[in-house]
């Protein structure tokens, strides 16, 4: 049987990391999220994102834990108050994963 098409080079490797890493941020509030911490500079706590979102504190806290279990957030605990901060590196990890999806020399 003939192809229609030429054989795809397919990537060896699993790219389970890279998958969570992009399913985390997939989400509108969780990229807003990662969007205001990033613009902030500093730690921001969760009753900023409770207030600047209008969502109950439980649904922010839920997508909290998603980026912090996907290695996106850092947090800390003072009081009652959790304050999250960009873990080092997350960049370079986005990075990275888009490279690894859409590597330098890929028509786009």
């Not at 397919?10 to 399913?23: G, I, Q, S, T």
């Not at 969760?46 to 109950?56: S, W």
């Amino acid at each position: 049987m003939q192809r229609c098409c030429p054989e795809a080079a397919v990537y060896p490797r699993p790219v389970d990391a890279e998958a969570a890493l992009f399913k985390a941020i997939g989400d509108p509030t969780r990229l807003a999220i990662v969007a205001t911490i990033a613009r902030a500079g500093h730690e921001v706590c969760v009753c900023d994102f409770v207030e600047g979102f209008g969502l109950n504190q439980s649904t922010i806290s839920h997508h909290l834990k998603i980026l912090k279990d996907a290695g996106v957030l850092a947090s800390v605990r003072r009081g009652t108050w959790g304050y999250y901060s960009l873990t080092p590196g997350v960049r370079e990890r986005l990075e990275a994963a888009v490279a690894l999806a859409i590597p330098d020399g890929v028509p786009a």
